[in-house]
């Protein structure tokens, strides 16, 4: 029998009863509503990460020069970097917005990380995100070496959410170019655009992010006639090429389904994949870790024992 964590459903009741009385008095979605939200709701319930050094500079060499965030913990081992794509539905978010939650990414695996400021829709749609991650996978590398920091040229591509998505898309094209990517780590990812499994329906109402919202993004992501099937990560070519993957999903989350049947899809091609499932959590749940520390834990120690694994 499912059953949510009793903290995040008494929250989600005060929540759902909120966001019906908004909707009621004509409650209208922009892209700045929808970016305060999210920093609101990660400023409310992530505390700020731990200190370490980190570096503001600018991808450059693609179409547009992405500024990244580095962030260097005290204790490092050898192995890839990581690249990280936050969460927002290609829409909100930000580096800022992540950056707690990168902090404890990066001193938790002990890893340098690129946090990636991605062009955001709808002002940028698809693929110009895509492109930005695309650009700093290729050059990544010689940015590092002008800012002094040591790299073996080797990336972990990582993201939540549309980030995620965002990172199994890339995976997707790499397979058959030359590229560096040695694993991704994909957290409750948007990988199905056309919105057509269970788990949509069955999530859609009444656990944080919904189907209508989910709708909405993608929309205002996918502007230029794009086949919704065509682009979504999900449907693509699997090979035994793809990167090592590891897919977090939760239960009560919309997009469940997508990451169990990528990991499928991807073992079926003879890749390495892992699922690690949360039965109790909802989407975003990293972004509310005062409420369900021990989920956050739980998800960083395994993400760093994944990255510790991933050295080829």
Same mark, same amino acid.
């Given at each position: 029998?499912?059953?949510?964590?009793?903290?995040?459903?008494?929250?989600?009741?005060?929540?759902?009863?909120q966001?019906?009385?908004?909707?009621?008095?004509?409650?209208?979605? /922009?892209?700045?509503?929808?970016?305060? +939200?999210?920093?609101?709701?990660?400023?409310?319930?992530?505390q700020?990460?731990?200190?370490?050094?980190?570096?503001? /500079?600018?991808?450059?060499?693609?179409?547009?020069?992405v500024? $990244?965030?580095?962030y260097?913990?005290?204790?490092?081992?050898?192995?890839?970097?990581?690249?990280?794509? %936050?969460g927002?539905?290609?829409? =909100?978010?930000?580096?800022?917005?992540?950056?707690?939650?990168?902090?404890?990414?990066?001193? =938790?695996?002990?890893?340098?990380?690129?946090?990636?400021?991605y062009?955001?829709?709808?002002?940028?749609?698809?693929p110009?995100?895509?492109?930005?991650?695309?650009?700093?996978?290729?050059?990544l590398?010689?940015?590092?070496?002008?800012?002094?920091?040591? %790299?073996?040229?080797?990336?972990?591509?990582?993201?939540?959410?549309?980030?995620? =998505?965002?990172? =199994?898309?890339? +995976?997707?094209?790499?397979?058959?170019?030359?590229?560096?990517?040695?694993?991704?780590?994909?957290i409750y990812?948007?990988?199905?655009?056309?919105?057509?499994?269970?788990?949509?329906?069955?999530?859609?109402?009444?656990?944080l992010?919904?189907?209508?919202?989910?709708?909405?993004?993608?929309?205002?992501?996918?502007?230029?006639?794009?086949?919704?099937?065509?682009?979504?990560?999900?449907?693509?070519?699997? /090979?035994?090429?793809?990167?090592? /993957?590891?897919?977090?999903?939760?239960?009560?989350?919309?997009?469940?389904?997508?990451?169990?049947?990528? $990991?499928?899809?991807?073992?079926?091609?003879?890749?390495?994949?892992?699922?690690?499932?949360?039965?109790?959590? $909802?989407?975003?749940?990293?972004?509310?870790?005062?409420? $369900?520390?021990?989920?956050?834990?739980?998800?960083?120690? %395994?993400?760093?024992?994944?990255?510790?694994?991933?050295?080829s």
């Amino acid at each position: 029998m499912r059953q949510l964590d009793p903290k995040l459903a008494e929250w989600l009741e005060v929540v759902n009863a909120q966001v019906a009385q908004v909707k009621a008095a004509g409650f209208e979605p /922009t892209p700045t509503n929808a970016r305060e +939200s999210l920093a609101n709701l990660t400023a409310m319930f992530v505390q700020p990460g731990p200190q370490m050094a980190v570096t503001d /500079t600018l991808v450059k060499g693609g179409e547009y020069s992405v500024p $990244v965030r580095i962030y260097q913990p005290a204790e490092r081992s050898p192995g890839p970097a990581i690249i990280y794509c %936050h969460g927002g539905g290609h829409m =909100a978010g930000s580096v800022t917005v992540y950056d707690p939650i990168c902090r404890r990414i990066a001193e =938790a695996c002990g890893r340098t990380l690129v946090s990636v400021e991605y062009r955001l829709a709808p002002e940028n749609p698809y693929p110009a995100a895509l492109n930005d991650l695309l650009s700093v996978v290729r050059n990544l590398g010689p940015t590092l070496e002008r800012k002094k920091i040591e %790299h073996d040229n080797r990336w972990i591509l990582m993201g939540d959410s549309g980030g995620g =998505a965002l990172c =199994a898309s890339a +995976s997707r094209l790499l397979q058959h170019q030359p590229h560096n990517v040695v694993a991704q780590v994909l957290i409750y990812p948007s990988l199905d655009y056309t919105m057509q499994l269970s788990s949509i329906e069955e999530n859609g109402e009444g656990y944080l992010l919904e189907k209508g919202k989910i709708r909405w993004y993608f929309e205002n992501y996918l502007q230029r006639e794009e086949n919704p099937y065509q682009v979504s990560p999900l449907y693509g070519e699997f /090979t035994a090429k793809l990167p090592a /993957t590891l897919v977090a999903t939760a239960e009560f989350c919309p997009l469940r389904d997508e990451g169990k049947q990528y $990991v499928e899809k991807a073992r079926a091609a003879g890749a390495v994949a892992e699922l690690l499932q949360f039965e109790d959590m $909802v989407h975003a749940f990293m972004n509310l870790e005062d409420m $369900v520390p021990r989920a956050c834990d739980k998800l960083y120690r %395994h993400i760093a024992e994944f990255v510790r694994g991933a050295q080829s």
